[in-house]
């Protein structure tokens, strides 16, 4: 465990159902005031009727809202500035919100320091790139899902490299984080599974990490207790207000989690699966766990069986085998009872894939370095080759 370990996070969280309905009065936590806002959000969030209410509720304090809508799923580096210059620039908003998924969580990140550094994205790939602090930034999740809320990441697709990368800064965290779960009570069971998989997996993964401490295992594990206990009730009865806002809690958990740790080889060779095939996130996560578990076994037999129990999986008197045994069985479970697809056949990847995805997946070494056990390229060879059965 590392001795020494530094922590920062959002400055004002606002948790509980129907708080969105707060964020008018919420504004004045903001460091300055808001006249003007650039509001990044998703279609369905037009269809469900949650974008014109805020809008109008904006509206009637006097500030004027532009609706950004055209920032795609798990955007393109390009598409982010060419949304940036096109739209965001010239609209000069003095705060960013967001109300979505990850994918434009990430985007409103980019756009709220965007406004205050004169520099294209392409220079911030990477760790601490970002001279200065951005505009006010409030991001409200609508999937549980990325924790991106809380973290100082935001993810962006490299179409050239065929891998998607991170850009890292304290100054991508938000100043005001608004948790409504009832956002969430109509996700599609798909985005259900795949988010609340993701969610699991950066706790799980912050709690192996080498990076590991005692902030980051806190957070995990409520992560994972929260989510352990309420993702399958959560898919399997969406409208379960009680079983969302576990899952919107344990993703901001898993978040914070992440944020204090990393998270690890799973995320590692998810990328290239999103690079290369538009596996979206969530899927290529959940698809890679089981395996990618199962290959970490033997490094962190103590860990998984502290899980275990924390889960209520294990029996008291289980050795840490069994224990740890236990909760990998219990990761198949989920992956059959949450359809998540394990065959990346479905996803146009063939034998003849393998050696690319292995190569970009090599090249991703800020989160192989987190993972417990190191990983040859014919080890991640054959994590791949288990998803092609
Ligand atoms: N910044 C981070 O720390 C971090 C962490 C993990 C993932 N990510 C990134 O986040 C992105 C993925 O985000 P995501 O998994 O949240 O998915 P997403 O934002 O791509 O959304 C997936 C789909 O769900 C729909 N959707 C969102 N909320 C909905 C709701 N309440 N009801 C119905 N439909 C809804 C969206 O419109 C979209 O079609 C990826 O680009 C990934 O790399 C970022
Ligand atoms: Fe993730």
């Known amino acids: 465990m590392n001795p020494v370990y530094h922590f920062q996070t959002v400055k004002h969280v606002v948790h509980g159902a129907h708080s969105l309905a707060q964020l008018p009065e919420k504004l004045a936590l903001l460091d300055t005031p808001v006249r003007r806002v650039a509001f990044i959000t998703q279609p369905v969030m037009e269809e469900t ?3 014109a209410r805020v809008v109008a509720a904006l509206e009637a304090k006097d500030i004027e809202v532009l609706i950004v809508r055209d920032v795609q799923p798990e955007p393109t580096i390009e598409n982010v500035e060419t949304v940036f210059r096109g739209q965001i620039e010239p609209f000069k908003p003095d705060a960013v919100l967001s109300i979505g998924g990850g994918s434009v969580l990430d985007a409103a990140k980019l756009f709220a320091v965007r406004l205050t550094n004169d520099q294209p994205l392409r220079e911030w790939l990477g760790i601490d790139l970002i001279k200065a602090p951005g505009v ?9 899902g990325t924790g991106s809320e809380v973290t100082p990441n935001a993810i962006v697709t490299l179409p050239d490299e065929e891998l998607k990368v991170g850009i890292v800064s304290r100054h991508l965290l938000p100043q005001l984080v608004i948790l409504d779960a009832t956002l969430t009570l109509d996700l599609p069971r798909p985005i259900t599974a795949a988010t609340g998989m993701d969610a699991f997996i950066h706790a799980l993964e912050s709690y192996i990490s080498t990076k590991a401490n005692p902030i980051s295992d806190m957070f995990a594990m ?66 890679l766990l089981p ?30 085998q069994a224990a740890a045994d236990k909760f990998l069985a219990r990761l198949r479970e989920w992956t059959a009872a949450l359809a998540i697809p394990q065959d990346l056949r479905e996803f146009g990847v063939s034998e003849t894939h393998l050696d690319a995805l292995s190569v970009a997946a090599a090249k991703v070494k800020r989160l192989l ?16 080759a288990r998803l092609l059965p």
Do not use: C, W
């Open 222 to 287: 409520e992560s994972m207790r929260l989510i352990g206990a309420n993702l399958v009730e959560a898919y399997e009865n969406g409208h379960s207000l009680k079983a969302r806002e576990a899952m919107m809690l344990g993703s901001m958990y898993g978040g914070l989690a992440l944020t204090a740790a990393g998270t690890a080889a799973v995320h590692a060779l998810a990328y290239p699966l999103g690079g290369m095939f538009n596996i979206t996130h969530g899927v290529a996560n959940s698809m």
């Open 136 to 144: 006010p930034l409030i991001l409200v999740p609508t999937t549980a």
């Open 291 to 320: 395996h990618v578990m199962a290959f970490n076994l033997d490094a962190i037999v103590g860990r998984l069986a502290t899980v275990a129990h924390a889960l209520n999986i294990a029996q008291h008197d289980d050795s840490e």
């Open 369 to 384: 370095g987190n993972n417990p056990k190191a990983l040859s390229l014919d080890d991640i060879k054959s994590i791949y």
């Open 49 to 51: 009727g949650v974008a």
